[in-house]
C-alpha cells in the first residue's frame, strides 16, 4: 500500500509539520508499503533536502507563485492520487489543509476524519482518535481504506529531517495548473514586529473569552505591566476586536514559549494549545476545571479571574513597595 | 449578487459536555444550543458585503434553535431566512449537510456561499470545501476580508503566525470565513421584535450522496489535570501560592 504524505511550504520556507505527516505515515506503514511525499511549492530544492524519511517525493515545483491556493494544491494532489492509488492520505490541519482534505473527499468519495491525534491500523481499516468540541471530547472512529486523515500539528513527532536521495525525486511542473486556476494568490503580507513580537516575549499574560468584556482587559494589561509581560488574546478576544491581531496566540496568531504564560479566562481550544503549550511555566485560571487549558497548565486555578488579578495585582504592589 | 450563508447550531463552547448512556454521542437533553461562532461571522460578512455593494443574502439555519437564529439574522439584515430540517438530537455533520446546501445554492441563483470555516461537530470534513467541490465552485478557507467588486472576490485567508495571503477569484464561490472585516454586531430589542414576523421557509434535506465517512465507536473525555497542580478556587490562597512560584522562579519582578 502508498500512504501519501502532504507537505507544505511558502516562499522559501518548509512548514515544520511536513515531517509530522511523515512520520504519521511511517508508523502504520507496515513492510512493503511505500510512504510517498507530496510537495507543492516554490521551494523543491528545501523539499529534497528535508523529506528524507520518505521512501519516494513527488514535488510539484512552482515558479510563479510563493504560495500555491489550495484549489491548486488539491488539482495537483488529484492527479497524484489517480497515478498512485494509495490507500491513505494524510493532510496537515492547516490553512491549506482546511481546503485540500474535504476537497479531496467530496471528488473521490472517500471517508475523511479531521482533527486526528492517533492512528491505528488493522489491515484494511483504521482506528482514529479525533478530537471534537474544541478538544474537549475525543472520538474514536473506525474507517476503512482508502481514506483521508487530517492531522493535528503536534499530534506526531518530527521524521527526522535529511535529504531524500534524487532518484527518489519526481517532479512535476505546477506552473500551467496555477496559470489555469480560478484562485490567484495576489499578495502576502507578513506582520510587522516593530511593535510586539509575543514570539520573543519572555512572559505573557494571556485573557481569553473569559475576560468578558474589552474594558476587562485594562485590568488585566494592568497586571501584565507589574509582571513585565506582554499582554496576549485568544481567537475570540482578538476576533471581537479587543486585542490588536499581533497580539493572537494559538495557530492563526503567533506560537510563543515564554518563561511565563499566564492564561487568564482561557478555555485552551486545540488550536489555542498549538501555540504556547511549549512555555516552560503555564498558570492558567479557568472556573471551569474540565477546560482543557488545565491539561497543559503547570498550576491551575478555578478561582474567578477578576478575584484573582485583584489579590495578585495587590500583593506584586505590596511586594515592589508602590 | 446572490449570498447563501450557513448558520449551524451546535452546543455551546463553554457548557459542560456529558456523554449519552450510549457512550458514541453527547448527552444533548439539557444543552444549550448556540450559533457556531464562524457562522455567526460569515453572516456578518454577508450584511457587511450587502451594505458595501448591493446583495440579496439569504441565511440558511440548520440544527435546534435554528428558527431563533434565522429571526436574529433577519433583525440583521438577511432578506430571507430558511430552516433546514435536521435529525433531531444527531450532531450536524458537514459531510451531510453540503448536499443540501449545494442544493440550496443552485436553487437560490447564488453567486457566493458563506459559512463558517469550522464548526465544532465537523470532524467528518469542513463544509466550504465540500460544498465548493460539489458545486465545481473555487473554495477559500480561513478568510477574515472579503472585499467583492462587481463578480471578482479579493478574499484574505489567515496562514499562521500573523501571515496573510490575499487571493482574486470569480464569483461563484464558495468561502469559509474564520474572521468577519467587522465584529459581528449587535442587534436591538426592537429589532429583533420587528424581524420576529419574517417568515421563515422550509427546506428538506437531500441525501448527503456520501459514503459514511467513520463510525463513531466512543466518546470520551480527554484525561484531565495532566500533570499540573490544582491550586484550587480561592482567590486570595492561589494569589499566595503564585506569589511565591514566581517569585521563587525568579519571574515576580523585572
Redesign the interface.
Known amino acids: 500500500m502508498k500512504l501519501i504524505a502532504c507537505t507544505e511550504g511558502?516562499s522559501s520556507k518548509i512548514e515544520a509539520f511536513s515531517l509530522e505527516m511523515i512520520a504519521a505515515a511511517r508508523s502504520i506503514a507496515q513492510a512493503g508499503d511505500e510512504v510517498v511525499a507530496f510537495f507543492a511549492g516554490r521551494d523543491a530544492e528545501g523539499a529534497s533536502a528535508s523529506f528524507g524519511a520518505a521512501d519516494r517525493l513527488i514535488v510539484a515545483r512552482a515558479t510563479k507563485s510563493d504560495?500555491i491556493?489550495?484549489?491548486t494544491y488539491a488539482l495537483l494532489l488529484r492527479d497524484v492520487i489517480t497515478a498512485e492509488s494509495p490507500g491513505l492520505v494524510l493532510v496537515p490541519y492547516?490553512?491549506n489543509g482546511?481546503?485540500?482534505?474535504?476537497?479531496i473527499?467530496?471528488?473521490t468519495?472517500w471517508?475523511?476524519?479531521?482533527?486526528v491525534n492517533e492512528i491505528k491500523r488493522h489491515g484494511e481499516s483504521l482506528?482514529?482518535v479525533?478530537?471534537?468540541?474544541?478538544?474537549?471530547?475525543?472520538?474514536?472512529?473506525?474507517?476503512q481504506l482508502p481514506?483521508i486523515l487530517?492531522i493535528n500539528p503536534g499530534a506526531f513527532a518530527e521524521a527526522a529531517p535529511g535529504a531524500i536521495t534524487a532518484v527518489s525525486v519526481q517532479t512535476i511542473d505546477a506552473d500551467p495548473a496555477l496559470t489555469s486556476?480560478?484562485?490567484?494568490?495576489?499578495?502576502?503580507?507578513?506582520?510587522d514586529y516593530a511593535d510586539v513580537d509575543l514570539t520573543t516575549a519572555e512572559?505573557i499574560v494571556c485573557v481569553g473569552?473569559g475576560i468578558g468584556d474589552e474594558a476587562s482587559i485594562d485590568l488585566a494589561r494592568n497586571l501584565a505591566t507589574m509582571?513585565?509581560a506582554e499582554i496576549a488574546g485568544s481567537r475570540?478576544v482578538v476576533?471581537?476586536?479587543w486585542l490588536p491581531?499581533?497580539r493572537?496566540v494559538g495557530?492563526?496568531?503567533?506560537?510563543v514559549k515564554p518563561?511565563?504564560y499566564l492564561a487568564l479566562g482561557v478555555?485552551g481550544a486545540p488550536e489555542h494549545l498549538e501555540g504556547m503549550s511549549q512555555a516552560d511555566?503555564?498558570?492558567?485560571?479557568n472556573t471551569?476545571?474540565?477546560a482543557?487549558i488545565?491539561?497543559?497548565?503547570?498550576?491551575?486555578?478555578?478561582?474567578?479571574l477578576f478575584?484573582?488579578v485583584?489579590?495578585?495585582s495587590?500583593?506584586?504592589r505590596a511586594?515592589?513597595g508602590r | 449578487m446572490n449570498i447563501l450563508v450557513v448558520l449551524r447550531m451546535i452546543?455551546d463552547?463553554?457548557g459542560?459536555?456529558q456523554?449519552a448512556e450510549d457512550g458514541r454521542s453527547?448527552d444533548r437533553e439539557w444543552l444549550d444550543f448556540q450559533l457556531n461562532?464562524f457562522d455567526d461571522?460569515a453572516l456578518e460578512e454577508a450584511i457587511l458585503l450587502k451594505e458595501a455593494g448591493g446583495a440579496k443574502v439569504t441565511a440558511v439555519a440548520v440544527g435546534e434553535g435554528a428558527n431563533r437564529v434565522l429571526q436574529m439574522a433577519a433583525a440583521r439584515g438577511a432578506d430571507e431566512v430558511v430552516a433546514l430540517q435536521s435529525e433531531e438530537d444527531a450532531m450536524i455533520s458537514?459531510?451531510e449537510i453540503?448536499a443540501s446546501i449545494a442544493a440550496m445554492a443552485r436553487a437560490k441563483s447564488a453567486d457566493l456561499v458563506l459559512c463558517g470555516?469550522?464548526s465544532?461537530?465537523?470532524?467528518?470534513?469542513?463544509?466550504?470545501?465540500?460544498v465548493?467541490?460539489?458545486l465545481d465552485w473555487?473554495?477559500?478557507?480561513?478568510t477574515n476580508r472579503i472585499v467583492a467588486n462587481g463578480a471578482v472576490l479579493?478574499v484574505?485567508?489567515?496562514?499562521?503566525?500573523?501571515?496573510?495571503?490575499?487571493?482574486?477569484?470569480?464569483t461563484p464561490a464558495v468561502l469559509?470565513v474564520?474572521?468577519a472585516s467587522?465584529?459581528p454586531r449587535y442587534v436591538s430589542g426592537s429589532k429583533l421584535r420587528e424581524a420576529s414576523k419574517t417568515p421563515i421557509g422550509r427546506a428538506t434535506p437531500e441525501s448527503s450522496g456520501?459514503?459514511?465517512?467513520?463510525?463513531?465507536?466512543?466518546?470520551?473525555?480527554?484525561?484531565?489535570?495532566?500533570s499540573?497542580?490544582?491550586?484550587?478556587?480561592?482567590?486570595?490562597t492561589?494569589?499566595?501560592?503564585?506569589?511565591s512560584?514566581?517569585a521563587a522562579?525568579g519571574?515576580?519582578?523585572?
Do not use: W
Open positions: 511558502h504560495v491556493p489550495a484549489e492547516s490553512a482546511l481546503d485540500v482534505a474535504a476537497d473527499a467530496a471528488r468519495g471517508p475523511l476524519v479531521s482533527y482506528t482514529i479525533a478530537q471534537m468540541y474544541g478538544g474537549k471530547i475525543l472520538a474514536e472512529c473506525e474507517m481514506a487530517m486556476g480560478k484562485v490567484k494568490m495576489v499578495a502576502i503580507d507578513v506582520p512572559r473569552r509582571l513585565g475570540p476576533d471581537n476586536g491581531k499581533l493572537q495557530k492563526s496568531g503567533q506560537k518563561k511565563l478555555s511555566l503555564i498558570i492558567a485560571v471551569d476545571p474540565k482543557p488545565f491539561n497543559v497548565a503547570h498550576y491551575g486555578a478555578t478561582c474567578d478575584d484573582l485583584a489579590n495578585l495587590d500583593r506584586l511586594g515592589s | 452546543p463552547s463553554a459542560e459536555l456523554l453527547i461562532d461571522h458537514s459531510r453540503a470555516v469550522q465544532s461537530e465537523d470532524v467528518f470534513g469542513q463544509l466550504a470545501p465540500y465548493g467541490a460539489l473555487p473554495h477559500v478557507s480561513g479579493r484574505t485567508q489567515e496562514r499562521g503566525a500573523g501571515v496573510a495571503v490575499t487571493y482574486e477569484l470569480a469559509g474564520q474572521t467587522k465584529a456520501f459514503e459514511r465517512s467513520a463510525e463513531i465507536i466512543t466518546l470520551r473525555l480527554p484525561v484531565q489535570g495532566g499540573g497542580e490544582n491550586l484550587g478556587g480561592n482567590a486570595e492561589v494569589a499566595d501560592r503564585l506569589v512560584i514566581l522562579k519571574l515576580a519582578r523585572n
